[in-house]
């Protein structure tokens, strides 16, 4: 019995067939092409394809990073969805209640954070 499809190989294939209007070519030519968008720094062919098998389930930082510019995405795009998991309104209440506790620099140090992981602001201007 064949497994389904992992998020990451599903999310990669579309992003690929995508940018090469339909059809993707070979891992090296993706290893090359990744290398042009990161100033020559690249994800090997063999690791390209372990990500398009499912072979990969986890991403590195940097891999993440290299994916992100290639494809005009933030790093975090390519972290799976966490699924069931729904804000109740008891843990948004216990959050904010949690809030009402920080000082304005831990406050200021949150939203910047949330800045840089939206892309609002880069990690450098902080």
């Given at each position: 019995?064949?497994?389904?499809?992992?998020?990451?190989?599903?999310?990669?294939?579309?992003?690929?067939?995508?940018?090469?209007?339909?059809?993707?070519?070979?891992?090296?030519?993706?290893?090359?092409?990744?290398?042009?968008?990161?100033?020559?720094?690249?994800?090997?062919?063999?690791?390209?394809?372990?990500?398009?098998?499912?072979?990969?389930?986890?991403?590195?930082?940097?891999?993440?990073?290299?994916?992100?510019?290639?494809?005009?995405?933030?790093?975090?795009?390519?972290?799976?969805?966490?699924?069931?998991?729904?804000?109740?309104?008891?843990?948004?209440?216990?959050?904010?209640?949690?809030?009402?506790?920080?000082?304005?620099?831990?406050l200021d140090a949150i939203r910047t954070a949330l800045d840089i992981a939206s892309g609002q602001r880069r990690?450098?201007?902080?």
């Open positions: 019995m064949q497994r389904p499809e992992s998020w990451l190989a599903a999310t990669v294939k579309a992003l690929l067939a995508e940018k090469y209007g339909g059809r993707i070519p070979g891992v090296r030519k993706i290893s090359a092409d990744i290398a042009a968008a990161n100033d020559g720094d690249t994800i090997s062919h063999g690791h390209v394809h372990n990500i398009l098998t499912g072979e990969a389930e986890n991403l590195t930082d940097r891999t993440r990073v290299l994916l992100a510019r290639f494809f005009g995405k933030q790093p975090s795009f390519f972290h799976p969805p966490q699924e069931g998991i729904e804000p109740t309104p008891d843990s948004v209440h216990a959050l904010a209640a949690r809030l009402a506790t920080f000082d304005q620099a831990q990690s450098e201007d902080r």
